[in-house]
């Protein structure tokens, strides 16, 4: 689902609930004896099945095992570091490979899978990928210790931004990192 | 009066004045992401760290306080459990203020490791804030267990969670409030376990140095953290369920066999909830991402709907009169259904691929906080208020209500839309390529003035209402 | 005469593309041709045409890495692959197919059938060595071999998927066979951080990351405070009876 209709679907359920409160609220100004109990059995396995279908749709799009099956045509080293992202197609494994991939712009290919192999030298980050539009389309942690793998096919060209999206401190809001996609 | 309502005043009156600075704090960060203010990137994640730690705080204790006060229907409540929790508590949030105000600690609410050791804070705030943290762990875990002891000695185990209806039998009964309050309590204990073994952790690596595994660490945080908020928000149920019905007229709500399930599944599920945190750390076995969306669709829909069908029944046709402690109580509901729907979209994790860390958090969390658990608890302390002066604040009931709910959903919604826009949550200034972000926080931070609006001249009526059961003979 | 032109040529690749194991991701690797120690005659696609392959080259006559190293290997993998096969080959030109077996033998490869044990042919091998990034030098005086010593692998349509050079944390070695495997591993620890609690162990049997007593330490929380009320309980009761 998009970030569109996930506010759509949001916005159309919050209108409902707020619909049946309101009818409840106006049906509390006349008093009358009434009981609603053989409902609540219904109300019950109604919302259970709501669950189970629900779940049922949603589990098999999971994002972490996206494109494990294809080779992919690239492969993207990325530290991050308080507060900056480094992205390299060599390992990044030191304190000078990480100085020496800073600021350098990657272009990667339109309509291939890339990998991006997701870790951080000090607290954790939040590799954010935002396409040309502004728009969040994947993202992974990057936690010390620990390597992610993130694959991605990028199908709109232009400038990528790579943000933070884990508060990392002070100057979190400008850790960024860019690379072009043609 | 008792010496259990001059500390439930107490509480209230505590409550009430760190509230709207609370609130002032977050129109603060809104006015700067909107550009109008320019405040230094250190001040403003110290107000936003202090902002989430005090409303945390202040609507946890203020939850609990409205339990311990009405659990004294039912069972033999000592005071001395709740007085040390509130000593602990005002320790606990004294040295809180010094570390992040004197001493520059800028963690953010839920201090993930191993930020507090890489942040530019004095070296001496990381200590104070986890000894505060310490503090405010210890006291409301003797207050807990006080309230639990209370339970237990009239309700044994297996009868206080409501077993007996479980399996069909109708006596003896167990009351809801007391089913809730339990249950929530047993699973609220878990929280501050977690948060001893957190917090010895971190004093192990502040200590000697060595460092701790990050995953491990970031499971213990949301294990004490998300449990917690969310523990809280059951508390504010437990309330509604043992005052709705009077306000409304209406007999006592009793244990149905469907709300003992649903509050049995509650205890357990809670716990695996807070998985959802860590969707994006494809680290976590995947196994396990998989049990939290499970969990987190579990743990609030059986309370959610034997709630608002409750709820719903109670008011229908019952020709009941709308003061403030119902109306809160029934935009409480309404609204932590609609935060809730706003928390299962954001907890399939195919959707918080996208909308994780996004201003999709602050806005569902903010609606069953602002809008749900806070309004639980402003109908326990208007309901208070009432009991001990008789007056039930009608001449404010119009313009509070209308601002308070108004100016929060205006500023929830520009949450909504600013996250499903991709705002980040957490950023002082927005970059440029998220310019969506700054127009959404002029709009809320409005909204929230609104809010502030409602809340000040409200607090001036409860606190001069308390003041006197607390100075009354 | 055969061999000096062959070093020749090697030492010809920068050193810059020697280094890093990002440049030669996902390069094709040539079809070579080489005698496996069964006498058979085959090439290096043939090999890879039912399984992806962990493959090695030594030499059979090297008094420094390569047996320790073929030996550190059979210790982190084992001597019998699922799912993937192992090649080794000799790169040596003085090496011939008796020195090979020998090898296999004195490592305790009795069964050809576990690992594959070759010799290349030697015209090919060049361009193999380029490929791979391999860096061998002949050493006059000790008239012996300075090498890399590395392990690689080539998936199914002969794409050289990972290369890990030097002696690596076994852990890094089964992450490699999972690559071969075709298995996605999502996520995996980076080797040689100290933490004192660790969430993952590897299973050096399996190759598979099974958890460990941190996360166990979840667990903590709720059994202790189930334990608590039962005590609450108990108490509470022991002390009405009296
Ligand atoms: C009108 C009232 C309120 C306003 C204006 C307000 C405003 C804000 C703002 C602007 C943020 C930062 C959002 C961001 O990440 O960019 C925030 C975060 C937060 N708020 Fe509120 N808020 C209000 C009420 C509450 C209430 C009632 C609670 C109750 C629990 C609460 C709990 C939090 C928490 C826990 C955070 C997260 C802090 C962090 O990220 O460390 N807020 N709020
Ligand atoms: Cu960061």
């Known amino acids: 689902m998009s970030q569109g209709t996930i506010l759509m679907l949001f916005l159309i359920g919050a209108f409902i609930i707020a619909a049946v409160f309101w009818w409840f609220w106006q049906s509390s100004k006349t008093a009358a004896p009434v009981s609603a109990e053989p409902l609540r059995r219904w109300v019950f396995v109604g919302l259970v099945g709501f669950v189970g279908i629900f779940t049922a749709l949603t589990l098999s799009r999971m994002p972490y095992f996206l494109y494990a099956s294809e080779t992919p045509a690239r492969v993207i080293h990325v530290v991050g570091r308080q507060f900056a992202f480094a992205l390299s197609e060599r390992p990044i494994e030191t304190d000078g490979d990480y100085a020496a991939a800073l600021g350098q712009t990657l272009v990667l290919p339109l309509g291939q899978v890339v990998e991006f192999r997701v870790t951080s030298f000090d607290v954790n980050h939040g590799f954010a990928l935002y396409a040309p539009n502004g728009r969040i389309v994947a993202q992974v942690q990057a936690m010390p210790g620990y390597i992610n793998r993130l694959r991605w096919r990028f199908d709109q060209p232009g400038e990528y931004i790579a943000q933070c999206l884990e508060y990392c401190g002070a100057a979190h809001a400008g850790m960024q990192a860019r690379f072009v996609v043609e | ?473 | 005469m055969l061999a000096c032109s062959v070093f020749g040529l090697i030492s010809a690749i920068p050193l810059w593309a020697q280094l890093n194991e990002g440049h030669y991701y996902l390069r094709k690797i040539p079809d070579v041709r080489l005698v496996l120690a069964t006498g058979e005659q085959t090439t290096l696609y043939s090999l890879i045409r039912s399984h992806s392959i962990l493959l090695t080259l030594f030499s059979a006559r090297c008094g420094g890495l390569c047996s320790p190293y073929l030996l550190y290997l059979k210790q982190a993998i084992g001597t019998t692959p699922q799912g993937y096969a192992v090649v080794a080959l000799s790169f040596d030109p003085r090496d011939r197919l008796e020195d090979v077996r020998a090898t296999a033998q004195r490592l305790g490869f009795t069964d050809h059938s576990t690992w594959r044990w070759g010799l290349l042919l030697q015209e090919h091998v060049p361009r193999l060595l380029t490929a791979l990034g391999y860096s061998v030098h002949y050493d006059s005086t000790r008239r012996e071999f300075d090498h890399s010593i590395m392990l690689c692998v080539l998936d199914q349509r002969g794409n050289l998927l990972r290369r890990m050079e030097g002696f690596q944390d076994p852990v890094l070695v089964w992450d490699l066979v999972r690559e071969a495997r075709g298995e996605f591993v999502l996520s995996y620890p980076i080797p040689g951080t100290d933490v004192a609690l660790r969430c993952f162990e590897l299973d050096r049997e399996t190759g598979h990351w099974r958890l460990s007593w941190g996360m166990a330490l979840l667990l903590v929380p709720p059994i202790s405070s189930f334990a608590l009320a039962i005590t609450l309980q108990l108490l509470i009761g022991l002390r009405r009876r009296r």
Not at chain 2, 131 to 150: C, P, Y
């Open chain 2, 1 to 473: 009066m008792t010496a259990l309502d001059r500390l439930t005043a107490t509480w209230i009156i505590t409550v009430s004045v760190v509230f709207p600075i609370a609130i002032l704090f977050g129109i603060l960060m809104r006015l700067n992401q909107a550009n109008v203010l320019e405040l230094s990137s250190l001040t403003f994640y110290s107000l936003m760290t202090a902002h989430g730690l005090l409303m945390v705080g202040i609507w946890f204790v203020m939850s609990m306080a409205g339990v311990s006060y009405l659990l004294q229907r039912y069972v033999n409540v000592q005071v001395w459990p709740a007085t040390v929790g509130y000593v602990l508590t005002l320790v606990g949030v004294g040295l809180l203020l010094a570390a992040i105000f004197g001493g520059d600690l800028h963690t953010g609410w839920y201090f993930l490791y191993p930020l507090p050791f890489y942040a530019r804070t004095s070296e001496w705030a990381t200590l104070v804030f986890l000894l505060s943290l310490g503090s405010l762990g210890i006291g409301w875990f003797i207050w807990s267990l006080g309230l639990l002891v209370a339970i237990l000695r009239r309700y044994p185990l297996t009868q206080a969670l409501a077993w007996q209806h479980l399996l069909g039998k109708s006596t003896p009964e167990t009351p809801p409030f007391i089913l809730i309050t339990t249950t929530t309590l047993l699973g609220l204990i878990p929280a501050f376990i977690a948060a001893v073994i957190l917090l010895g952790l971190f004093l192990i690596q502040y200590a000697s140095g060595a460092t701790q595994d990050a995953l491990l660490m970031k499971n213990l945080t949301f294990f004490f953290g998300h449990t917690l908020v969310n523990e809280m928000l059951y508390f504010g149920i437990a309330t509604l369920y043992e005052l709705f019905p009077a306000l409304a007229g209406k007999q006592p709500y009793k244990t149905k066999p469907f709300v003992a399930l649903a509050w049995n599944l509650v205890l357990v599920v809670v716990w695996t909830a807070y998985f959802h945190h860590l969707y994006m750390d494809f680290v976590q076995p995947t196994v396990v991402q998989y049990i939290g969306q499970l969990a987190s669709w579990i743990a609030p829909i059986p309370a959610v709907a034997v709630t608002t069908f409750s709820v719903l029944g109670t008011v229908y046709r019952s020709g009941m009169k709308w003061w403030l402690a119902p109306t809160f109580f029934f935009a409480g509901v309404m609204f932590w259904i609609i935060g809730g729907l706003g928390a299962i979209l954001d907890a399939i994790v195919a959707n918080n691929f996208v909308l994780h860390n996004t201003l999709w958090v602050p806005a569902h969390f903010h609606t069953y906080n602002l809008l749900g658990n806070v309004l639980f608890s402003l109908g326990f302390i208007t309901w208070f208020v009432r009991e001990k002066s008789g007056d039930d604040g009608s001449r404010l009931y119009r313009p509070v209500t209308t601002l308070y709910l108004l100016g929060g959903v205006g500023f929830v919604l520009a949450f909504y839309i600013a996250g499903s826009l991709s705002v980040m949550r957490r950023v002082d200034k927005y970059p440029a390529f998220v310019s969506d972000g700054h127009l959404w926080a002029l709009v809320g931070g409005l909204f929230a003035l609104l809010v502030l609006a409602a809340v000040v001249p409200f607090v001036i009526y409860v606190l001069r209402r308390c003041w006197r059961v607390v100075f009354s003979a």
